[in-house]
Nanobody, 115 residues
Framework: VQLQASGGGLVQAGGSLRLSCAAA?????MAWFRQAPGKEREFVGS????????YYADSVKGRFTISRDNAKNTMYLQMNNLKPEDRAVYYC????????????WGQGTQVTVSS
């Protein structure tokens, strides 16, 4: 499965961005992770195959929304009320099994939030 993330950019604090992750191949669950400079990669949120179940890190709950369009094989991350601490490289990930970790990773897209 190949993943292609896009949609990153520069936005002012309080603004919004929408990231996309196009998947070439079937996936079971997909997720977003991020890595800020000098920090470890952290989980942002995930969505199951049907889109009926989503999970979010506490730091983004209420501000970020994950969705997917299976007809387009694409997952989205709508980010609202962005904060400077949201600045990071955002990666999408996917797995094709109901168990285990995420097997496939996209190349990352940079999100920068100015204060």
């Amino acid at each position: 499965v190949q993943l292609q993330a896009s949609g990153g950019g520069l936005v002012q604090a309080g603004g919004s961005l929408r990231l996309s992750c196009a998947a070439a191949g079937r996936t079971f669950a997909m997720a977003w992770f991020r890595q800020a400079p000098g920090k470890e990669r952290e989980f942002v949120g995930s969505i199951n195959w049907s889109g009926g179940s989503t999970y979010y890190a506490d730091s983004v709950k209420g501000r970020f929304t994950i969705s997917r369009d299976n007809a387009k094989n694409t997952m989205y991350l709508q980010m609202n009320n962005l904060k400077p601490e949201d600045r990071a490289v955002y990666y999408c990930a996917a797995k094709t099994r109901t168990w285990g970790g995420y097997e496939y990773w996209g190349q990352g897209t940079q999100v920068t939030v100015s204060s």
